[in-house]
C-alpha cells in the first residue's frame, strides 16, 4: 500500500562529537554552574524550556545531551514541515538528537520485518493503518503507555481509536485527511455531490482512478461499497462494489499511483476528476491550480497518519517524549495548517483560512467511512488482481 509520499530520501546524519578542553575554561564553566546553583535556591526560574501544561509545548527537559533517536517521514514537503515543525524544537528544547529518515510505510515495514523487534533500524514510525494492521500482528510495534503522553486527553478519540488495534492503543494520531473528490474548476462547472458523480457520463475519458494498492483508491473503493449500503467484509457487498466499478471501463484516462502522479494528470489535464485527498487538493488550489475539492454527502473517507514506536527500541523514553512533541496543539497547528490536514490534537485554534476550507473534529470524523483494513488487509491482492481486470 503505498502511501502519500513515496520518494526515498537519506536520514540526517548525527552531529559529530568535539574535543573535551580543561583549563581556564573548566574554571569558567565551573563558577558559571555556582551562579545558577544559587539562582535555583533565589527562586528564580532559568528553564528555557516550556512546561507541559498552560505553554502547550512539549515539556522537553533539555537534559537529553548525547541521546539520539531515529524517526521516519515521508519524504517532500511534508517531510520538510515535520522537521521545523516537531524536529528543530524538540532538539533545540530537549538536547536530544533526532536521525530523521525520509521514505514511505512499505520501505519501513520490510525493514522493520527484517529486524523482527531486535535492534530495530527506527525508534518512532510514521504509519497508515494498513501498515499497522500489519505490523502489529507481527509484533513489530509497541502498544502505547498513554500515562507517558502529556497531551493525550486532548486528542481526538475516534482518530486514537483508529490510530490503535482491537481497543489497543499503538498510535498518536498526527493528522488526518479527507478522501473525497477533487476536480478542475475550469472544466467541471457544476461541483460533484456525491460519489457516484464520478459516472456521470460528462466526465468519461476524464477520469483519474488510483489502483486499490494506492490508498486513495482503496478509500474510493470502501466508500463505494458503502454508498451502496454495504461493508468491505461482507464478500456479495465487495462483488455489487466491483460490477460498479466496472461502468468506468473505457471512461478512465490515467491510473495515477502516487501523489505526484495525481497532481500532473490533473495539471496537465489529462484528467478532470479524481477520488484524492483535501489537504492536496487545497494546496494545490493555494498554488494556483484550478483545482476545487468536493466532500462527497453519503461521507468523506478518513486517511489517518499516526507515529508509533518500534519493538525493541533501546531509546524508549526519548521516543515518548518525541511522541509528547508530535502531540502538542502548539507544533500540531504549524504542521497542519502547512499540509493542509486537520491535527490530532483538537484543542488548536485554526486560522480562518483553514476553518473554511478544511472540515475536522470529533462530530465530522464519526461520519467518516473509515476503510475497515481487518477485511481489506488479507483480500488486498485478491481485490487489486479484479481491479486488473476490469481496467487492464
Known amino acids: 500500500m503505498q502511501h502519500d509520499?513515496?520518494?526515498?530520501?537519506?536520514?540526517?546524519?548525527?552531529?559529530?562529537?568535539?574535543?573535551?578542553?580543561f583549563g581556564?575554561?573548566?574554571?569558567?564553566?565551573?563558577v558559571a554552574a555556582a551562579i545558577l546553583l544559587l539562582l535555583g535556591a533565589c527562586g528564580v526560574d532559568t528553564a528555557k524550556t516550556g512546561d507541559s501544561g498552560g505553554s502547550g509545548k512539549g515539556g522537553g527537559s533539555g537534559s537529553g545531551q548525547g541521546q539520539e533517536i531515529t524517526v521516519t517521514a515521508f519524504a517532500g514537503q511534508w517531510g520538510d514541515l515535520f522537521r521545523s515543525s516537531f524536529v528543530q524544537p524538540f532538539e533545540r528544547e530537549t538536547g536530544i538528537k533526532v536521525?530523521?529518515?525520509?521514505?514511505?510505510?512499505?520501505?519501513?515495514?520490510?525493514k522493520l520485518r527484517a529486524a523482527n523487534g531486535k535492534n530495530p533500524p527506527f525508534?518512532?514510525?510514521?504509519?497508515?493503518?494498513d501498515a499497522v494492521r500489519q505490523a502489529v500482528p507481527a509484533k513489530l510495534l509497541q502498544p502505547l503507555d498513554t500515562a507517558k503522553l502529556e497531551h493525550w486527553k486532548q486528542l481526538d478519540p475516534t482518530l486514537t481509536e483508529h490510530a490503535g488495534v482491537d481497543g489497543t492503543p499503538y498510535g498518536?494520531?498526527?493528522t488526518t485527511g479527507s478522501t473525497g473528490l477533487m476536480y478542475r474548476t475550469d472544466k467541471i462547472k457544476t461541483p460533484p455531490k456525491d460519489w457516484r458523480d464520478i459516472f456521470d457520463k460528462q466526465y468519461c475519458g476524464?477520469?483519474?482512478?488510483?489502483p486499490l494498492t494506492y490508498n486513495p483508491g482503496l478509500e474510493f473503493f470502501s466508500a463505494l461499497v458503502r454508498s451502496q449500503g454495504g461493508t468491505l467484509s461482507n464478500p456479495k457487498d465487495v462483488d455489487k462494489g466491483f460490477q460498479t466499478l466496472a461502468k468506468l471501463k473505457g471512461c478512465v484516462s490515467s491510473y495515477p499511483a502516487n501523489a505526484g502522479n495525481v497532481q500532473t494528470v490533473m495539471e496537465n489535464g489529462d484528467a478532470w476528476i479524481v477520488p484524492f485527498w483535501d489537504g492536496r487538493a487545497f494546496a494545490m488550489e493555494q498554488a494556483g491550480s484550478p483545482i476545487g475539492f468536493t466532500y462527497p454527502t453519503s461521507g468523506p473517507v478518513g486517511a489517518l497518519t499516526s507515529y508509533y514506536i518500534a519493538s525493541g527500541s533501546k531509546h524508549t523514553d526519548a521516543a515518548y517524549e518525541f511522541l509528547n512533541y508530535v502531540s502538542t496543539a502548539q507544533y500540531q497547528k504549524k504542521f497542519g495548517e502547512g499540509t493542509w490536514y486537520a491535527a490530532g490534537n483538537?484543542?488548536?485554534?485554526?486560522?480562518?483560512?483553514?476553518?473554511?476550507?478544511?472540515?475536522?473534529?470529533?462530530?465530522?470524523?464519526k461520519k467518516f467511512t473509515w476503510v475497515?483494513?481487518?477485511?481489506?488487509?488479507?483480500?488486498l491482492d485478491e481485490w487489486q488482481q479484479r481491479w486488473n481486470q476490469i481496467f487492464s
Do not use: C, M, Q
Open 5 to 21: 509520499e513515496s520518494s526515498p530520501n537519506g536520514g540526517t546524519p548525527a552531529a559529530s562529537g568535539r574535543p573535551r578542553r
Open 24 to 30: 581556564r575554561r573548566a574554571r569558567v564553566l565551573a
Open 99 to 110: 536521525n530523521l529518515v525520509f521514505g514511505a510505510n512499505a520501505e519501513w515495514l520490510t
Open 123 to 129: 525508534d518512532v514510525i510514521a504509519f497508515t493503518p
Open 172 to 174: 498518536v494520531p498526527l
Open 206 to 210: 476524464h477520469v483519474a482512478l488510483p
Open 346 to 365: 483538537d484543542t488548536i485554534k485554526y486560522s480562518a483560512a483553514f476553518e473554511d476550507r478544511i472540515k475536522h473534529g470529533e462530530t465530522v470524523y
Open 372 to 379: 475497515d483494513y481487518n477485511a481489506a488487509t488479507p483480500k
